[in-house]
């Protein structure tokens, strides 16, 4: 009895951190365990040193098995040399992630706070043990619970650079309640080996966000690159190449009707799409708020299924002209490659809210098998400088099968 009290009483006191952490001063240094759950050592240098201090993720493999939540950062610099692989425990996730109100979606690991950076150095590697979701999820669409790898939650000026993704849960990133986040020199793939798709392993999506900066990207993902939804603003987006993606996009909004969604000022830059659904693109449902002031420039692609499109009612296909959802003041410049078939644009706009102060300039589209490229339009501003070859039908859909 006495030795047992007289063993606990030394481990209080010679185990003030968990094995895998150790702080000196205002540096937290986290080593990997070995095979163990190393979450808990990373939660707990967060916890001491989260608010001015540093964080040091060594190199080595890291497991993490258990959510991190950790939303009070405060002038805190976070190095991560090491790779850190979710595990594979998908009853474990589902029941578990962290809820980002977002249409039910969740996550795996939420930053927020106040002046935090995390830098990776072209090291860190973030496995998120995605073909196993990608095969339960059998190419269904948003499976509740599947988590987000990382989302910035009520975070304001942040940097994070040189972070490298393979095979994410879902989503990449997600950017919400934010303010002042720059993200650079991100390198991101998922790809299935299987006979499933990934289904929503966007790179990332902002929402109810502004000032984000965006630069450097390389991402490979099977659905949108950069996705700019609901109440976003002041988004610059340059120099990111997206693979078999749905490039750069605004949406979806207007879902739920009933909420107004806001995007202003975003400029998409000096962008490469390869192999994608298209290149630079506006969707929304048909509901209210509005699209004003995005610029796409400088968007070269190649073998792109509808480069460039506009729909006010995605997947849905109906109720197109009673969209509210007033897109404004939007400018192509600059925007060459191939299409998949014979069509560069299909822009749609809500006779209910017509679409205006359109602009293209510089637009070369070539259809791959030869031939030229139509661009259909209807009820756009007539003085856009798009060459309309004919109407655009209000159910005109994403993606195209074949010629039109
Ligand atoms: C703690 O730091 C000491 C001295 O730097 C080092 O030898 C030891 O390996 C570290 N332990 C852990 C778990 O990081
Ligand atoms: C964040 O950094 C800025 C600029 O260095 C500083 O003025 C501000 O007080 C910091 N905010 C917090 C919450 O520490
Ligand atoms: C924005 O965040 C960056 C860190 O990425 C910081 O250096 C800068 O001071 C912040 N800007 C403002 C206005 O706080
Ligand atoms: C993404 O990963 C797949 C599968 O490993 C690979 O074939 C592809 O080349 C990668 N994409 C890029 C841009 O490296
Ligand atoms: C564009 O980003 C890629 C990938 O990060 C990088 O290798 C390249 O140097 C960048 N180009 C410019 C002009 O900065
Ligand atoms: C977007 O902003 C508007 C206006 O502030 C607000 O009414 C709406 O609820 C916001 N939408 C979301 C999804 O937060
Ligand atoms: C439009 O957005 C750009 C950023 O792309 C910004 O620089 C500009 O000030 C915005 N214009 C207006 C009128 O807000
Ligand atoms: C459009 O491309 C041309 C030729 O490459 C270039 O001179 C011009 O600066 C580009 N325009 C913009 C707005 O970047």
Redesign the pocket.
Known sequence: MILLITAQLLLLLVAPALAGMNKTGTLCTVTPSGGKDDSPSIMDAFKQCGQNGQIEITEGDFTIAKVMDVLNL??CDISIKGKLTWNDDIQYWLKNSIGVTYAQRSTAWRLGG??FSMRGHGKALFFGNGQKWYDQNRGNSNQAGRPISLTLWKA??VFIDGITWRQPQFWHTFVAHSQNITMTNLDMNATSNSQWSTVNTDGTDTWNSKDIFIQNWVVTCGDDCISIKGNSSNIHVKNVTCYESGAMCIGSLGNPASTPDYVDNVLFEDITAIHSSNAAWIKTYPGQGHVKNVTFRNINFKDVNQPIYISPCIYSYQNCDSSKLKISDITWENITGTSRYNVGAGIHCSAAAPCTGLKFKNIDVKPKNGGTAKFLCSNINSDSGLQCTGTCPGGWKQQLSGDA
Request: no cysteine; aromatic share 0%.
């Open positions: 405060q002038n106040t002046n304001t000026n």
